[in-house]
C-alpha cells in the first residue's frame, strides 16, 4: 500500500526535478530555485531556497555522500553547492554556452556530467572543478543521463530518440534509436542481475520516451568480454509521454510519470504495475527514490512535489505479515539501519552505531541504558529521540506481526481505532488523536500537509462497526 504522506507547494512553476540524499530533499524549478528539505519532518532548510541562476533549473543531483548538491539550468551553467550551508561551491559553464538539462554524480563522486541543448556532454572533476573531457551526440538535445553503478560508464538519451554509452573516458562505445519520438529519462538500477549460467552480473537499464513507452535493458561491461547493450522488454502503463522513471535503492520497483498526470510503480522482477496514483493535477516531470525505499517523490507541472509512503516493505515482495516483521527485526544490515537514522533525522549517530555493529535485531534492543552506558550518547534529549523513534519502529513491526488491517490504524497513532472519524480531507482518525492534533497543530492533514477545509469530525460508523467485527473475530 501506498500513501501520500505530505505535499509541497513552495515554488512558483513547474517542479522540474527532485532528488533524495539520505537525509535530505531537493527540488528545482521553473522558477529559477532549488529548494531543500530534511527528511526527518519535511521542513524546509533555513538556507532554502537556493538562489544563484537566472534561468530555469532543470535538474539536480546529490553526491553519494550527500553533502555536495549540483544544479543545471537554461543559463548554460552548473553549480555545486554545499548543502549543509548552502554556499556556492563552484560556477561550471558549459563550453558552448547552450543551456544545461541534465548533470549526474559518479558513484565514487569524482566526476559530473552535464548534458546540454545543443547535444554536447562535459565530464567534470567534481573535486577541481575543471574540465576533463567533452563529447557530443550526433543530434538533437541531450535531456538524460545516468551511471552505471560500477563508475565505469554512463548512459545519455536524446531528444531525437538515441541511447549512447560512454566510457569513463568519454569514448563512445555504442549508440542506438530507443524511442521513436524522443527520450526523456533514463536510470539504473544500482542492484545487479545474474544470468545464472556464466556467474556473470548485469545492471538493468529503464529509458522512457515521447512514445509513452518504457524500455528495459541490460548492459555489460567486463574488459574480457567488452560492452553489450540488450533489449529486454517494454512497458505499457501510460497512455502520453512518460517524463520520468526512476528504480528503487533495491531494485525491486521502477516508478515513473507522465502526461497523462499518473504515477506508475512497477514490480520490476514481474514488470506487474503495483500502484497508480492520480494526485497531481498536470504533467508528471519527475519521480525519485529514498534510499531507504521506504518514500519516493514525484514532482508536477501543478507546482508541487507529493511525498509517498510505502508500508514498512516495499509490496512486491510477496512476503507473509510475519516474514515482513521479521524483516524489521531480524534482516537489517547495519547500512539499513545508517539509512533508517538518517530518514529519521539522525545522521550525527550512524558513525557510533556503525563502530558499535548495531543491525536491525541489536537496534529493537537497545534501552535507555545501552544508549548512554554502550553508545556513550551523552545528550538526554539525544537518547530520548532516538527511543521514540525504536519505539515506533517496534510499533510498526507489532502491527504487522497482529496482521491488524491497515486501514483500521489510526494514521496519527498507528494504534487500533476506537472511535474512528472522518475529517475534511476525507481520512479517518481517532477521534482524540485528531482532536489533539487540532488544538496543537495548524489546521493542516496529517496525511497530505494541506489546509483543512473544515475542522469538523464526523462519527465513521461503518468503519466502527468493521473494526469491532474484526475484533470479534480474533479475539476469541
Not at 436 to 458: A, C, E, G, Q, Y
Amino acid at each position: 500500500m501506498v500513501k501520500l504522506i505530505h505535499t509541497l507547494a513552495d515554488h512558483g512553476d513547474d517542479v522540474n526535478c527532485c532528488a533524495f540524499s539520505s537525509s535530505l530533499l531537493a527540488t528545482c524549478s521553473l522558477d529559477k530555485t532549488i529548494r531543500l528539505y530534511s527528511l526527518s519532518d519535511f521542513t524546509e532548510l533555513p538556507h532554502s531556497p537556493l538562489k544563484f541562476h537566472t534561468y530555469a533549473v532543470h535538474c539536480c543531483c546529490f553526491s553519494p555522500s550527500g553533502h555536495v548538491l549540483a544544479s543545471c539550468s537554461t543559463d548554460g551553467t552548473t553549480v555545486l553547492w554545499n548543502t549543509q550551508t548552502g554556499e556556492t561551491l563552484a560556477v561550471m559553464e558549459q563550453p558552448t554556452g547552450s543551456p544545461v538539462r541534465v548533470c549526474r554524480f559518479s558513484p565514487d563522486s569524482t566526476c559530473l556530467v552535464s548534458g546540454a541543448a545543443d547535444g554536447t556532454v562535459v565530464l567534470w572533476n567534481a573535486q577541481t572543478y575543471n574540465l576533463y573531457r567533452c563529447g557530443s551526440v550526433k543530434d538533437g538535445s541531450l535531456v538524460a543521463c545516468a551511471f552505471s553503478p560500477t563508475g565505469n560508464l554512463f548512459v545519455t538519451g536524446s531528444s531525437c530518440g538515441d541511447l549512447t554509452v560512454w566510457d569513463d573516458k568519454m569514448r563512445c562505445l555504442h549508440s542506438e534509436k530507443a524511442h521513436d519520438l524522443g527520450i526523456t529519462c533514463c536510470d539504473f538500477s544500482s542492484q545487479p542481475v545474474s544470468d545464472g549460467e556464466q556467474g556473470l552480473h548485469f545492471f538493468r537499464l529503464a529509458s522512457c520516451g515521447q512514445d509513452c513507452q518504457i524500455k528495459i535493458w541490460v548492459i555489460s561491461f567486463t574488459h574480457i568480454l567488452g560492452f553489450e547493450l540488450k533489449y529486454k522488454s517494454t512497458l505499457n502503463g501510460h497512455c502520453a509521454p512518460v517524463l520520468a522513471c526512476a528504480f528503487s535503492h533495491n531494485g525491486q520497483m521502477l516508478v515513473s510519470g507522465s502526461v497523462d498526470k499518473s504515477v506508475i510503480v512497477y514490480d520490476t522482477n514481474t514488470e506487474n504495475i503495483l500502484h497508480t496514483l492520480t494526485q497531481h493535477t498536470r504533467y508528471v516531470t519527475s519521480c525519485a527514490f529514498a534510499p531507504n525505499t521506504l518514500l519516493f517523490a514525484t514532482g508536477s507541472m501543478d507546482k508541487t512535489v507529493n511525498i509517498w509512503q510505502f508500508d514498512l516493505e516495499t509490496p512486491c515482495q510477496a512476503r507473509s505479515t510475519e516474514d515482513q516483521a521479521k524483516q524489521f527485526t531480524e534482516d537489517w544490515s547495519e547500512d539499513d539501519v545508517s539509512m533508517w537514522l538518517c530518514a529519521q533525522g539522525l545522521s550525527d549517530l550512524v558513525g557510533v552505531f556503525k563502530m558499535n555493529n548495531i543491525d536491525g535485531r541489536e537496534l529493537l534492543n537497545l534501552t535507555k541504558e545501552s544508549l548512554a552506558d554502550d553508545l556513550k550518547i551523552e545528550s538526554l534529549g539525544l537518547r530520548s529521540k532516538v527511543l521514540r523513534k525504536i519505539e515506533e519502529l517496534r510499533t510498526k513491526v507489532k502491527t504487522l506481526s497482529s496482521g491488524i488491517p491497515d486501514e483500521f490504524l489510526c494514521p496519527i497513532t498507528r494504534e487500533l481505532m476506537k472511535e474512528p472519524v472522518i475529517a475534511s480531507d476525507g481520512y479517518s482518525y481517532e477521534k482524540e488523536a485528531m482532536e489533539n492534533w487540532i488544538s496543537k497543530k495548524k489546521r493542516t492533514s496529517p496525511m497530505t500537509n494541506l489546509v483543512l477545509p473544515s475542522v469538523v469530525l464526523t462519527p465513521n460508523r461503518t468503519l466502527k462497526m468493521a473494526i469491532s467485527r474484526w475484533l470479534e473475530t480474533h479475539q476469541k
